[in-house]
């Protein structure tokens, strides 16, 4: 068999993609490597969510382009975000490149493949729904599985290149994603993450959208609105031992539906990931979000009340272009009044096409950015640690992702370490590999970033 190299750039929804190109290879016959110098097929799938990571793309083809004067059979493939926005142009700047596929067209890969064995050139980017099958997919070796659900966002936040690479809100059909989830629970996976890039509009779009079904929303054989509730209790009806997570969630499409469904379905987890973005009002409006901070507010503190231990984490942007000092601060007051348990953090990075990056006089200085992206995990750090801290002495089911030996990290002990259904990283000291494993634990200590506990059972 040939083999072929996947590097994989970005979030979880290109990593979800990779499992599927390598799986639809393998019925081409190619086979996974490691080691991108001994591949017949180098595929580069790429991010373009900020500058560094795209430069990342472009170097690694760079390098790849020498290797093929020595391996004129070598094909590389540019994948991804990127490939969706370069199409034809990438030839120009790399001659050497085989094929540029687009984020919406992954399904015609062995098709694409055939015709680059054949000599072919090819570029396969134009936005059009694909027709997906029940393909194999190649999961990496964990506990938790990947499932997309749903693809792309009409929400145009002004920052967000999302759009203009992963297209309009696309959901999946459900008997496709249930088949993924069984298939994955029979390999033996014991977390299931319902994945997309806005997790709790799934179901809208299923069908046509009329006057009386503005947002396109189907029913099921009894009349139950499919949506991700629905989607929800379909899983949690599956038999096994397991837990569901669903990321990522838009503050004001978090349904009081959705919020009845986590307390009700024991292996939905206590986990929501909500992006607040900024704390200011005046930066939201200009990010194109449609909530105020009292509005992200009333749905966190909503979402407290109603189930104990939840994890809220969140992403927000630092130097946001006309933020200024004071807008900044309510970003900093609004993580430590809502108690926010994690939160992703970046300084903000221009991208073609969207609304901000037009926005160049109103830039914030590189130095002022990185100075206040320092401040925002400072401030990130202080907040992980209090929310750990709360844990000290608890009880708690802990689903073990990994064994690490003794002597790594300068560390005396052998750990096995895994989450809390709150999604809280436990280190535990154990002398055996019993990965993938429910235990429970007591929490004995608190880092910033992980609890320590020990055996109870
Ligand atoms: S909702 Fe999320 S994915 Fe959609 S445009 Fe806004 S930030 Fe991007």
Redesign the pocket.
């Known amino acids: 068999m040939k083999k072929v190299y996947i590097e994989t750039l970005g979030c979880q929804m290109n990593k979800s993609d990779a499992e599927r190109m390598y799986g639809m290879l393998e019925h081409c016959g190619y086979t996974q490597t490691e080691n991108p110098k001994e591949a017949d097929m180098l595929i580069i799938n790429t991010c373009s969510i900020r500058q560094l990571s795209e430069d990342k793309a472009y170097s690694a083809i760079g390098v790849w382009g020498k290797w093929k004067k020595n391996k004129p059979d070598l094909k590389i493939v540019f994948a991804g975000c990127v490939a969706q926005q370069a199409g034809e142009k990438l030839f120009r700047r790399a001659p050497y490149v085989d094929l540029v596929i687009g984020t919406q067209r992954l399904y015609e890969l062995p098709n694409l493949v055939k015709r680059i064995e054949a000599g072919e050139r090819v570029v396969s980017t134009e936005e059009k729904p694909y027709e997906e099958s029940d393909i194999q997919i190649n999961r990496v070796k964990s506990v938790n599985a990947w499932v997309p659900i749903m693809e792309g966002?009409?929400?145009?936040?002004s920052?967000?290149?999302?759009?203009y690479t992963r297209g309009r809100e696309r959901s999946r059909k459900p008997e496709l994603i249930l088949n993924e989830v069984k298939k994955a629970l029979e390999e033996g996976f014991k977390e299931i993450t319902l994945l997309g890039?806005?997790v709790d509009s799934y179901g809208k779009w299923l069908a046509e959208k009329t006057e009386e079904n503005p947002w396109g929303y189907t029913k099921d054989e009894e009349g139950n609105v499919i949506n991700l509730a629905w989607l929800l209790r379909r899983v949690n009806a599956l038999e096994g031992k397991f837990r569901i997570r669903f990321v990522?969630s838009?503050p004001t499409d978090i349904t009081e539906e959705l919020i009845d469904t986590v307390i009700e379905l024991d292996k939905v987890c206590e986990y929501f990931h909500i992006?607040m973005?900024s704390g200011d009002d005046y930066v939201l409006k200009k990010m194109n979000?449609r909530y105020d901070y009292a509005t992200y507010k009333k749905i966190c503190e909503n979402i407290r009340s109603r189930i104990p231990d939840v994890t809220i984490t969140s992403d927000f942007i630092a130097g946001f272009p006309c933020e200024t000092e004071e807008q900044f601060q309510n970003t900093l007051k609004a993580m430590t009044e809502l108690e926010l348990d994690y939160s992703n953090t970046a300084a903000y990075s221009p991208r073609e096409k969207t609304v901000a990056a037009k926005w160049v006089d109103l830039y914030i200085p590189e130095d002022v950015k990185t100075e206040r992206l320092a401040r925002l995990n400072e401030h990130n750090r202080e907040c992980c640690l209090k929310s750990n801290q709360k844990y000290i002495g608890r009880e708690m089911e802990v689903l073990i992702e990994k064994y690490e030996e003794a002597g790594g990290s300068g560390r005396g002990a052998n750990i096995i370490s895994g989450r809390t259904r709150n999604n809280k990283i436990v280190h535990i000291p154990y002398d055996e590999d019993i990965t993938g494993e429910f235990v429970n634990v007591k929490i004995t200590s608190a880092r910033t970033w992980y609890l320590r506990g020990e055996m109870i059972n």
């Open positions: 966002c009409n929400n145009f936040c920052y967000c290149i999302v759009p890039q806005n990522t838009y992006p973005q979000r």
